[in-house]
T-cell receptor, first 114, second 114 residues
Framework: DAGVTQSPTHLIKTRGQQVTLRCSPKSGHDTVSWYQQALGQGPQFIFQYYEEEERQRGNFPDRFSGHQFPNYSSELNVNALLLGDSALYLC?????????????FGPGTRLTVL | QQQVKQSPQSLIVQKGGISIINCAYENTAFDYFPWYQQFPGKGPALLIA?????SEKKEGRFTISFNKSAKQFSLHIMDSQPGDSATYFCAASPTGGATNKLIFGTGTLLAVQP
């Protein structure tokens, strides 16, 4: 079992550019959540996808958007990048009907905006 | 009401000692309280989690104590080892962690000295 995988590992962009991050959930999981973790801070919830639809959204602007594919993998898109978007972006997967409530996190994508 | 407050920010413990990290929340709708461990360059990994119907849960050297009336919960690491040196995050989720967002504390950097 490969667990949650994310790509790329690192990414450097300049202000105003657009970026797409990718996530493959753990086998058997159908729900994907995205978090932003600034340096020295706890992860902040961006949004969650299930059945290819956004189910919940945190306090992030519309520049942050996502998508979930039929195979449950997901993308996070960020438009018009700002310096403050520099962070570790984490993907977490879980089974919708999971009794334990556990969310499994990937290793993250480190985004640097110059 | 969506905040989870975590303390201390950093902690130094001698090998074999007890590490204690505390968290407090305000939202009484939270009903799932996990603790995550994060090593540098890695995503958070679930250590142990508790629901409000019990006051304590123990798994190996890790124990969660939960005080529903005070809206506080804590992580105790017994016989702390240098390999436990990492950042620890408490989190809370409103109703059913698998399908709802996790709200994280700000993290505690633990250093266990040999």
């Amino acid at each position: 079992d490969a667990g949650v995988t994310q790509s790329p590992t690192h990414l450097i962009k300049t202000r105003g550019q657009q970026v797409t991050l990718r996530c493959s959930p753990k086998s058997g999981h159908d729900t994907v959540s995205w978090y932003q973790q600034a340096l020295g801070q706890g992860p902040q919830f961006i949004f969650q996808y299930y059945e290819e639809e956004e189910r919940q959204r945190g306090n992030f602007p519309d520049r942050f958007s996502g998508h979930q594919f039929p195979n449950y993998s997901s993308e996070l898109n960020v438009n018009a990048l700002l310096l403050g978007d520099s962070a570790l972006y984490l993907c977490a997967s879980s089974p919708l009907a999971g009794a334990s409530g556990e969310q499994f996190f990937g290793p993250g994508t480190r985004l640097t905006v110059l | 009401q969506q905040q989870v407050k975590q303390s201390p920010q950093s902690l130094i413990v001698q090998k074999g000692g007890i590490s204690i990290i505390n968290c407090a929340y305000e939202n009484t709708a939270f009903d799932y309280f996990p603790w995550y461990q994060q090593f540098p360059g890695k995503g958070p990994a679930l250590l142990i989690a508790i629901r409000p119907d019990v006051s304590e849960k123990k798994e190996g050297r890790f124990t969660i104590s939960f005080n529903k009336s005070a809206k506080q919960f804590s992580l105790h690491i017994m016989d702390s080892q240098p390999g436990d040196s990492a950042t620890y995050f408490c989190a809370a989720s409103p109703t059913g962690g698998a399908t709802n967002k996790l709200i994280f504390g700000t993290g505690t950097l633990l250093a266990v000295q040999p």
